[in-house]
């Protein structure tokens, strides 16, 4: 049985910094496409970052240069760094794995499997 665990969200002043996790078990971690997404209320689900399973990585322009994604395959486990903080980034993140080859296109409905979300709220 797949399962994705989000955990590391929280509640940050504009400038700070979160590191989310993604703890995911029951498929061959390694072979699939991760990413992140994020949806705040009342907007559509958009793909902040994904990495592909030869650590190609690609971010949305709203978080190049403030967010990072990596992975541990030892571990199972998807990260994402997010720095300078603003109070757009607000909105429930996602972790998501794809086993096609088109993750990096940040579509979401390109990707198979899901996690619950962590809420991210950043204030001014």
């Known amino acids: 049985q797949v399962q994705m665990v989000e955990s590391g969200g929280g509640s940050v002043q504009a400038g700070g910094y979160l590191r989310l996790s993604c703890a995911a078990s029951?498929?061959?971690?390694?072979?699939?496409?991760m990413a992140w997404f994020r949806q705040a209320p009342g907007k559509e689900r958009e793909g902040v970052a994904a990495i592909d399973r030869d650590g190609t990585t690609t971010y949305a322009e709203s978080v190049k240069g403030r967010f990072t994604i990596s992975q541990d395959n030892a571990k199972n486990t998807l990260y994402l760094q997010m720095n300078s903080l603003k109070p757009e980034d607000t909105a429930m993140y996602y972790c998501?794995?794809?086993?096609?080859?088109?993750?990096?296109?940040?579509?979401?409905?390109?990707?198979?499997?899901w996690g619950q979300g962590t809420q991210v709220t950043v204030s001014s």
């Open positions: 029951g498929y061959t971690y390694s072979s699939y496409c």
């Open positions: 998501a794995a794809d086993e096609g080859f088109y993750g990096l296109g940040l579509q979401f409905t390109e990707f198979d499997y």
